[in-house]
């Protein structure tokens, strides 16, 4: 994917001359290696700055709440998803945004390729088609990119943007035969006692540093429930009692808006699998209600819905 | 200073003999990462690793711990009355930190352990922990450790230093503290550790001593030796070297009393229904208090 970098340095630079966008949201090469960080431009003369490979993971809709300047700004299929979702729930205006659409073929996950180089230390990545190169003191090896795709990734079905103004490339094929849903289905055939080992297991390691709540596009209210006060929603400690409480009530904020990004998981600096609270939750939406986040704009989202033939007794 | 070289088997072996006389904190691989853990049945120590996720801080200064503790029990004659929290201050080691951080610790102290305050928590750990350094043979690329005063190598706040060489471990006392450790930790001469209350901490502590040169008068005339002898007791006048530190907790015993003074003071209802403290009333907790769970714990 890093051939699209000068289609969005030009589409960037066009953008911010014409004076059709205030500021331009996307990418920059980081400091450390595989490790790409957002950035803001208002100067076309800045535009070089700006980097497109299969390591820009974190979510970019996250610097589009209550903005009411204009904004152009690049986004895959997950990201123009959660777009829509911004839209629909009233946070920034379709007019106010330029989105540059990315054919997306995948983001490599950074944990497994340090986990395949043991503990020798990665300088430099670089990438090819489909392919990339790992550079360290003393080594150089290459692997082929799909054997090392984040799991949301891996079992993605919108690779191409839903929303967008112009595409920096042709539409890339979507992954047919893939299940999104397949290790959910593992965890639902547990008992209850099993299900509260795994996920009690899960959070273990947990240390209640909140950035999967902040690199979530989704968590935007003003005061989250874990940093209030008064009244105190859920203890601050990491009792396993606490970590927990706070993982699921984050979870269910997020039923019915997640579109699987993953940038919650990429971002756990404790390599937590956030993603297994979130994705039943998916499963229920799409099962229950056929949804999918983010996928049409001109339609409500279930959960806030009232229909007067509404199935369920008890909403009448 | 006392230095000795080990192979990583024996390293391991004498790390289990230590158990006996310190809880010993080492580096244990879990998943991607590693994290200091107590040393016990089936944790296996790893000294294969760049840095740690997490620093050992939270075996010093935990992330959150259990302060006081009351009873709601009627029957019971202590039914109301908030106490402290029975803790164990014994002699710990904290095996494998890297130079970094162990210089964050005396970052901390200066907030904790200072002439206005001394937590008594914080300080009484850190006086019964012995920090084993383990010197970075290959620090990251994106390290900074010497730009912040320590480095790589750096032995600031250590009790002993470690170092990798490939098939073994050289390992350096820097204080009495790291030297008692040492010399317990030999697998020949397996000993329980000494007395934390005769090993130096760090910093050297400070002893009151006159000038040397008014120390020398006075202890060549008769006279003045029995005058200041019957002032100020006979270890004025013995060489510094002699002259023992307290025990720890005749130590920090006025950091201790504060904080009991305030378990002595009386919890009342506030408007918002959570306890608050006056100090002019008898303690007495009200019947029901909110968040039992966090009140206790």
Known sequence: MVEYTPKIREIARKLLEKGTVDVFIGYKKGTVAMMNEPVLIKDPAEVDLLHWDSHCGLNLCNYLTGRTDRIGLVANGCNSRNIVTHIIENQIKREQLYIVGIPCTGIIDHRAVKRAMGNREIREVTEEAESFTVIGNGFQETFQKKDFLRTNCAVCLHRNPVEYDEMVADPVPEQEGVNPFKDVEGVERKSADEKRQFFTQLISSCIRCYACRNACP?????????DESRPQWVGKSIDPVDTMTFHFLRAYHC???????????????????VR????????DAFELFGWEAGVRPDQRPPLDVYRADDYNGFIK | MLEKSLTKEEWTEALKGLQS????????KEGDFHNFRLLKNGAKPSFDFQNTRLSPKAV???????????SLDESKEDAHIIKETPKDFSAQAIVGIRPCDALAFQ?????????????????QRMDATTLIGFACNDPCASCFCTSVGSGPFSEKGLDALMVDLGDRFVVKSLTTKGEALLKSSHPERMQAAPSLSRCRIWPK????????????????TRWGMSCFTLLFGRGFLLPASTVEPAPISARRVGASTSRMKFAKRKVTGS?????????????????????????SG
């Open chain 2, 21 to 28: 006389a310190y809880k010993v904190f080492v580096p244990v």
């Open chain 2, 205 to 220: 502590p400070r002893r009151r001593r006159s000038p040397p040169r008014f120390r020398r008068i006075i202890s060549r």
């Open chain 2, 107 to 123: 970052l901390v102290r200066i907030n904790f352990d200072n002439p206005q305050y001394q937590d008594p928590w914080w300080v």
């Open chain 2, 271 to 295: 408007a918002t229904g959570m306890p608050v403290c006056s100090p002019f009333s008898p303690i007495t907790a009200p019947a029901t208090i909110p968040g039992t769970k966090n009140s």
């Open chain 2, 60 to 70: 010093i200064f935990p992330q959150s711990e259990r302060m006081f503790e009351y």
């Open chain 1, 276 to 283: 297994q609270f979130t994705k039943k939750l998916n499963k």
């Open chain 1, 255 to 273: 039923a019915g808006r997640c579109t699987d990004c993953g940038a919650c998981e990429r971002v756990c600096p404790v390599g937590i699998p």
């Open chain 1, 218 to 226: 989704l968590c935007y209210c003003p005061t989250c429930f874990v």
